[in-house]
């Protein structure tokens, strides 16, 4: 009975400090519809902070507590509003999601660049008191915990309800332009929300590090918790949030208390946050469709199919010559480069064309690959059958999803890759606790490919064949419905499109690509381990997509170079490891409102050269004759595709000028 | 029997009620008028009828049938097509693959094994886009993207057409072939269900018109019952005809300045702000 009790007191302690974040949280989605996934992170770098005052500085306790509560956090969380996410709310969720998982995987490398790795910890607030509650003992820190989260919810309801920024506030959340006509200044208000809601962050984090540890991912991965509690609320009511916080608090106590600690159940106690998100997720109602046009997106050219093929077998060829002067560790690396190019691949049908965002792609990746182990048939019928695996798990987890889009779609890849992560890919049916399986190299035609450069180009190739099909999807029918779905979907509705089972077809295709890349990877490397295929590996891969350009096959050939390069640099610069991330993240940050990217910049470059020595050359070349190949010319069916790059200067930046507006309580008339 | 009946709807968001017990129907074959002023819940009604704002109470029957719990796909492939005051043209394809997308999904996936090129083009041409066939949507004027909306819609070959607000951003001339292209579509047989604020055009081509204040139907009729209609001019101008300043009537009096009922004080659509207060108020009082 009295373990019940003490469990029972853990769970409202841990729920209290989740309920703390959680509102931070919802707080700055609702008066900036920028939903924060660095949450989590902010919280992480201003308990670091703290621990660096009061610790490493040794200023007082409570000096130090009042510094970073109420002014580094919020002087923080006023830069990063003013700074990084301004105008966020209304760009698409595809983007907004970008820039703050940049923000994410940015502080991640920040701190762990200011902080470098080593054992820290924080006490607990007053660790000798404490109060005795019939058998069960009390912390002095678990009740100042929960008084906490009482006077923060009082206080933000007071906040809300009884003060004139709170109604503005709330005035915000329906209609910021027309707070603006009435005087009122949507920009202050959004900049003082994240400045409260990086307090609560802080004051979560800093609550919680003494139980977890100071870790720069455990505390960031925390944030889980938060978004789970704040779904629950649906993104806009705290009292719920609360509820959620509180819930999952006690959830995951009486897990840990109650849940064998051997066994199949084992992981389950390192997932309930991520397992209630998923659920909270799937029972969300039916989401309506946006109205409200957003600007066109994608702009970076199609090529023609005789024009990707001629590319393709350069860089077949160019690569096989290259690897000719490559040493076994280089072309271990060239492969590697070759199997996140592939992942960015299906990041540029997903993301670029679809408008959809994974925040787990290596999961799929993982996958694909743990399929082919365990097939052992290392043949093209094993590849295959391991990419329909991965691509069956992909539509899987977008099937109980199928009525929401955006944010929720994306939320519910995350809790998937952490219950990949902690629970099926160490679960002893696959690779088993910190264990690895053997893969063995693939056969083509009864040949084993066992030399590493042989294999290497094998992968180009598919790589190749991945980005002619998928130009070549580009150019038909349904690229073309695809691109339509993700500028308007409330006029494809409205013009008779089912838009669901193409949702789940898009995430089932995409993740069966990254899954093919996967099985390749696992047959190159010969050995494969749950730490290849980690979610947190997905953010950097996601971001790189992004920053090299998502919307075009070179892009994610550049992504997967410069990925497989950052752990390179990583090792041989270690001084250096945090900072590459930072660069990555705040690079995502800075470039993520344009998700054409790097090689739309290209692009541009390469197009206003030809348009300099393009007569002399035109004259010389036969320039664009083969298109009649890819498709039959009736004289005016003959697509522009080249002029869509011609003019498109004006719609690089345009994610951050697109319009959209959700039918809610904003505009209730007319 | 009417192709459209809008049953007792309500919508409220929160406290708000944007649609007050509206009830009203569309007759085939002819042009229907939603007006009212900016507010009065249009728009609302509009994404009721085709499914993207679900109805707090009350139905919606289109060519017999209760479509009041169908899905937004759903409904269109029964033969009803939209275009918005917001404009939602793919932005990233040019104005030819609009509609292009517009019959692959009207056509589904039969579609995918046909090839016809000329239809797309026609459709462009009829609506008067065809020289912007090759620019990017989200680069073309407004006028021509309400007018794309328009051809993807008719792409689908409706039974009915909702057009949210079609001429703004046409010039006169231009408005005047909107208004022969919208009397065309409809000897074709196809019904129209308008929300506009150009009042030449509206009482120009409608057959019938509903006026919406609040929410609420407030007048139902001809367009000359509408015009002399007490409680529309209130409505719009705050005032009626009934009114009378030294025998010359309010009516008379706007006529002189406007030509077009925009409700006073308050902007067009979303664009374009204007605040237009005509002068006779003044003298009014």
């Known amino acids: ?670 | 029997m009417a192709l459209l009946e809008v049953d007792d709807v309500v919508v409220q968001f929160g406290g708000v009620t944007a649609v007050d017990h509206a009830s009203f129907t569309v007759e085939p074959g002819q042009i229907t008028g939603l007006i009212g002023p900016n507010g009065a819940g249009k728009t609302t009604c509009f994404n009721v009828i085709t499914g993207l704002q679900k109805p707090t109470k009350g139905h919606v029957r289109f060519a017999g049938k209760d479509i009041t719990s169908l899905p937004v796909h759903r409904r269109s492939r029964r033969g009803m097509a939209r275009t918005f005051q917001r404009l939602e043209a793919f932005g990233s394809l040019t104005v030819r693959e609009n509609v292009k997308v517009a019959l692959d999904i009207h056509r589904g996936a039969k579609g995918l094994l046909q090839r016809s090129a000329t239809d797309v083009d026609e459709l462009l041409e009829r609506v008067g886009v065809a020289i912007y066939a090759d620019e990017r949507a989200d680069s073309v004027p407004t006028g021509a993207a309400r007018l794309l909306e328009l051809a993807r819609c008719l792409a689908g070959d409706p039974k009915l057409l909702l057009l949210d607000e079609p001429s703004s951003g046409l010039d006169e001339s231009e408005t005047d072939a909107f208004g022969e292209l919208l009397q065309e579509l409809t000897r074709e047989g196809k019904a129209i269900l308008m929300v506009e604020h150009d009042m030449d055009l509206v009482m120009g081509v409608c057959d019938d018109i509903h006026v919406l204040d609040f929410g609420k139907v407030i007048a139902s009729g001809k367009p000359a019952d509408i015009r002399t209609n007490p409680a529309v001019q209130k409505a719009y101008l705050g005032y009626s005809d009934v009114d009378e300043v030294d025998g010359v009537s309010a009516r008379e009096l706007v006529d002189e300045t406007r030509t077009d009922l925009t409700p006073v004080g308050v902007g067009v659509g979303d664009d374009a702000p204007t605040t237009t207060i005509p002068p006779v108020q003044e003298d009014l009082r």
């Not at chain 1, 009790?5 to 920028?34: D, E, H």
């Not at chain 1, 956090?73 to 966020?88: D, E, K, S």
């Not at chain 1, 002095?140 to 929960?146: E, F």
């Not at chain 1, 609560?200 to 925390?222: H, R």
Request: net charge positive; with cysteine; proline share 4%.
């Open chain 1, 1 to 670: 009975m009295s373990s019940l009790l003490s469990f029972t007191i853990l769970g409202i302690f841990s729920g209290a400090a989740y309920a703390i974040a959680a509102s931070g949280l919802v707080l700055t989605y609702t008066t900036t519809r920028v939903f924060n996934i660095a949450h989590g992170a902010f919280g992480m770098v201003l308990s670091f902070v703290f621990w660096d005052f009061s610790q490493r500085q040794g200023l007082p306790t409570w000096l130090s507590l009042i510094l970073v509560l109420f002014v580094v956090a919020p002087a923080f969380g006023f830069f990063v509003q003013r700074v990084m996410t301004r105008g966020l709310g209304e760009a698409p969720v595809a983007v907004s999601l970008v820039v703050t998982v940049g923000l994410f995987v940015g502080l991640i490398g920040l701190a762990q660049q200011i902080w470098p790795p080593e054992s820290r910890s924080l006490p607990f607030f007053f660790p000798e008191s404490g109060v005795q509650i019939g058998e069960v003992y009390v912390t002095a820190h678990q009740l100042i915990t929960i008084a906490l989260s009482i006077v923060v919810a009082a206080g933000l309801y007071v906040l809300l309800n009884r003060t004139r920024v709170g109604t503005a506030m709330r005035a915000s959340v329906d209609n910021p332009e027309l707070l603006k006509l009435y005087g009122g200044k949507p920009s202050q208000v959004a900049a003082l929300s994240w400045a409260i809601g990086s307090s609560l962050a802080a004051l979560a984090g800093i609550l919680l590090t003494p139980v977890i540890g100071l870790d720069y991912f455990e505390l960031t991965l925390l944030v889980i918790s938060a978004y789970a509690a704040a779904m629950l609320g649906r993104l806009k009511s705290l009292p719920l949030t609360f509820v959620g916080a509180m819930g999952l608090g006690l959830l995951q106590s009486y897990a840990v208390a109650y849940l064998p600690s051997e066994g199949a159940f084992a992981g389950v106690r390192a997932v309930v946050p991520a397992l209630f998100l998923f659920v909270v997720i799937v029972a969300m109602p039916q989401a309506q469709l946006r109205i409200g046009q957003v600007k066109g997106i994608v702009s970076a050219p199609v090529p023609t199919l005789q024009r990707s093929i001629g590319w393709g077998l350069s860089l077949i060829v160019a690569m096989a010559i290259v690897t000719l002067a490559l040493s076994d560790a280089n072309l271990l690396l060239a492969g590697t480069a070759a199997t996140y190019a592939m992942v960015m691949l299906s990041l540029v049908l997903l993301t670029g064309y679809g408008g959809h965002v994974s925040l787990a792609q290596f999961t799929f990746a993982g996958v694909g690959a743990l399929a082919y182990a365990k097939l052992d048939s290392p043949n093209l019928l094993g590849l295959l059958l391991a990419a329909l695996v991965a691509a069956g798990v992909g539509a899987l987890v977008a099937l109980p999803v199928l009525r929401l889009t955006g944010l929720y779609l994306a939320l519910s890849t995350l809790a998937f890759g952490v219950l990949m992560d902690k629970l099926v890919f160490q679960a002893s049916f696959a690779f088993g606790f910190n264990g690895s399986l053997p893969a063995e190299p693939m056969s083509v035609l009864g040949i084993a490919i066992t030399e590493p450069r042989v294999y290497v180009l094998v992968m180009v190739i598919f790589f190749v064949l991945m980005a002619v099909g998928l130009l070549a999807l580009r150019r038909g029918r349904l690229g073309r419905v695809l691109i339509a779905m993700r500028d308007s979907p409330a006029a494809c509705g409205t013009l008779g499109l089912d838009m669901r089972w193409f949702r789940v077809a898009l995430f089932g295709i995409s993740a069966g690509m990254a899954g093919l890349a996967g099985a390749l990877f696992a047959g190159l490397r010969g050995t494969i381990a749950a730490t290849d295929f980690q979610l947190f590996a997905s953010l950097p891969l996601l971001l790189l997509a992004v920053v090299c350009g998502v919307t075009s096959v070179t892009g994610a050939a550049a992504g997967g170079i410069f990925l497989m390069m950052l752990p390179v640099l990583q090792s041989n610069y270690p001084g250096l490891a945090g900072l590459a991330f930072a660069v990555i993240g705040f690079g995502a940050v800075a470039l993520g409102r344009d998700p054409n990217g790097l090689a739309n910049l290209g692009f541009k470059l390469g197009n206003r050269i030809r348009a300099l020595v393009g007569p002399q050359l035109g004259s010389i070349l036969p320039d664009r004759s083969g298109q009649g190949g890819a498709r039959r010319r009736s004289g005016r069916d003959a697509e522009p595709e080249e002029s869509l790059d011609v003019s498109d200067e004006s719609y690089a930046t345009s994610g951050v000028g697109a319009q959209e507006e959700v039918i809610s309580g904003g505009s209730a008339r007319g």
